[in-house]
């Protein structure tokens, strides 16, 4: 049974089909069958859960909820069943309905929280988390997000059966590099946190060393994400434990780095991978002053740090 339209403060749920005109340009009519099973699987989500489906954009919706809860329990059904990758955001705050359609900043919010996503995550605004219980949300931090004159702080939804691996949102200050959220909580360590700290700003490589298991990962992970802001070239994770070979690694870092952004990567017509590499390398020997516009390196490879 289809609810009545929520009023006052509502919660909206916003969907759309990532990658979708290509989609449509590869196999229109692969693409229409799906979209028919897609509109299917989000309708009865919604509905099952007090939702009020009251726009489609083609290749998403729009839905009201009372209750900010059934609204994320509606967003997580939706993604348990859908063979599309939808990326859904949601945003609560007060809305005018006017016949048939709502009218009010929260929608903006959702439409740009959604749009920050990727095929196959929830994304939540404070407005919504802070009204949650019961419900495992990361907080992706503040982030700017296009026409909104304020940053939203972002939570992603984390449920079974979901995808918990992302890339970086598509907001307005993603700094360069390819750290992505952690998934646990980092606690403790913060005279191990605070040396690192200085050691990452004092020197060009810092090389964490230990024995296996004790942590040295992620408390590299942890400082690069706290320092990430402060070098505007970004801080990259490169993972090398499979590489063997050391004349390999210029070459690893080179297709981590492509796969993220422009690490030295090859454009059309441009120099191989490693050569980029290579020249970033010696650009940054030749500069006078290392805090300025530069990344940092981490080696783990925690029980004291070794500063050359």
């Known amino acids: 049974m289809t609810a009545a339209a929520p009023s006052g403060v509502v919660t909206f749920l916003f969907t759309d ?64 069943a859908l063979e599309l990758p939808v990326r859904m955001g949601i945003a609560t705050g007060e809305a005018e309905i006017r016949g048939s359609d709502y009218f009010g900043a929260v929608l903006n919010r959702a439409a740009r929280v959604m749009a920050a996503g990727h095929g196959g ?81 004092a020197h060009r490589l810092v090389t964490l060393t230990g024995v296996g298991g004790v942590g040295k990962t992620r408390l590299a992970l942890e400082v690069a994400a706290r320092l990430a802001d402060e070098f505007p070239d970004g801080v990259w994770f490169f993972e090398l ?25 090859r454009s059309a017509g441009g120099p191989h991978p490693t050569v980029g590499v290579r020249q970033r390398r010696a650009r940054a020997r030749r500069r006078r002053r290392p805090d300025r516009g530069d990344s940092r390196a981490l080696g783990d490879g925690a029980n004291r740090c070794h500063q050359p």
Request: glycine share 8%; charged share 20%; net charge negative.
């Open 121 to 201: 995550q929830i994304l939540v605004a404070d407005s919504t988390a802070v009204l949650l219980s019961g419900i495992d949300l990361v907080d992706l931090g503040p982030r700017r997000l296009r026409d909104l004159p304020t940053p939203v702080q972002v939570f992603q939804v984390q449920a079974e059966g979901l995808r918990t691996d992302f890339p970086p949102l598509r907001a307005l200050d993603v700094s360069p590099g390819n750290l992505r959220p952690q998934l646990t909580s980092f606690i403790g360590r913060e005279s191990e946190v605070a040396e690192l700290q200085a050691a990452v700003k």
């Open 241 to 265: 434990a499979a590489v063997a070979d050391p004349a390999a690694v210029p070459d690893a870092v080179a297709t981590a780095g492509q796969e993220c952004g422009p690490v030295g990567g």
């Open 17 to 80: 089909v990532e990658g979708s005109t290509r989609r449509w340009e590869n196999d229109a009519e692969a693409m229409r069958v799906a979209l028919v099973a897609h509109d299917n699987m989000l309708r009865e989500a919604i509905e099952a859960h007090g939702g009020w489906m009251f726009k489609h954009t083609g290749d998403g919706v729009c839905a009201a909820f009372s209750s900010p809860r059934a609204a994320v329990d509606a967003a997580v059904a939706a993604q348990r």
